[in-house]
């Protein structure tokens, strides 16, 4: 039997060579780039989109903020008439001609009871007076009134206090006979408040005359840092960020306010977004 000898060839089985994988890795280099560059266009994007919906959502809020605390600006404020002051001047210089000022178009100031603390005198206030007593008594709170053993009263807190009419038939609303503000020192306990060092009651006030706590809000543009602001009585805190601008109209029988919104933290971006409202004071 013959074996029929066979030669191999090693030329048909040659490999790739180092220009083929260089070239190949190249081409898959380039795949890979192409497809991280399309991923993170969608992720910039998407994560566009979530800043974009981000600081719509924190305007809305802010701008609902603003909205409802301005609705009650003069709350509290039972006169505005300078010679309701007497000799006195109001605590804050803005009451003596309107509860509301519109600073610029950018910025706006106004009075109101914003936390509704408010009670009446259960006993005579008389010109010296370093102290006023109050009910302390937690029937108060079913009268309409939020006072309750004190603690509503703060420290620094500002308040007017009102002489007012007894009602009648013929009046509806009691005129203010006589009104002053001061300053406390401490917190309302015991069914008293204590007014700020140095100060005390000027005329005298009747048993129920009325007490009022009033804030005043100031609400402005941060232009360096692209933040709404909000000031109460000196306390300052952010409202909402990425604010381009903010506007105030005063259209007469309304406020316009206007917020401008940048979609992006990032400065290249001039993505905009514009959210208003308009507000119908309850007391103007």
């Given amino acids: 039997m013959r074996i029929k000898k066979v ?16 070239f190949s890795m190249g081409i898959l280099g380039i795949v890979a780039t192409g497809i991280y560059q399309l991923l993170l266009i969608h992720l910039n994007n998407y994560r566009f989109q979530q800043s974009l919906a981000d600081r719509q959502q924190n305007g809305r809020i802010a701008l609902s903020t603003l909205a409802r605390e301005f609705r009650w600006a003069g709350y509290g404020l039972l006169t505005a008439h300078p010679a309701d ?20 178009e950018q910025s706006i100031r106004f009075l109101s009871n914003l936390y509704g603390v408010q009670s009446e005198l259960s006993r005579e206030a008389l010109p010296g007076d370093t102290e006023l ?6 029937h108060i709170q079913g009268n309409g009134l939020t006072m309750s053993q004190g603690q509503e009263f703060d420290r620094n807190d500002t308040i007017y206090i009102y002489h007012l009419s007894s009602e009648s038939e013929q009046v509806e609303i009691p005129a203010v006979l006589d009104v002053e503000c001061h300053k406390l020192a401490s917190p309302g306990t015991s069914g008293r408040i204590r007014l700020a060092l140095g100060d005390s009651i000027r005329r ?16 402005f543009l941060d232009p360096d840092k692209k933040r709404l602001m909000r000031r109460i009585d000196g306390g300052t805190d952010v409202l909402a960020e990425g604010v381009e601008a903010v506007t105030f109209r005063d259209l007469g029988h309304r406020i316009l306010i206007q917020l401008t919104l940048n979609g992006n933290s990032q ?9 208003e409202t308009s507000v119908t004071m309850r007391n103007r």
């Fill in 267 to 275: 400065p290249w971006s001039k993505r905009m977004s514009t959210l």
């Fill in 204 to 219: 005298p006030f009747p048993v129920g005359s009325s007490i009022h706590v009033i804030n005043e809000l100031h609400y």
């Fill in 133 to 138: 007593f109050i009910p302390d008594d937690p």
């Fill in 85 to 104: 002051f007497g000799s006195a001047q109001s605590c804050h210089p803005l009451a003596l001609s309107r509860f509301y000022e519109l600073v610029n």
């Fill in 7 to 22: 030669k191999v060839s090693f030329a048909s089985q040659r490999g790739m060579t180092l220009i083929e994988l260089l």
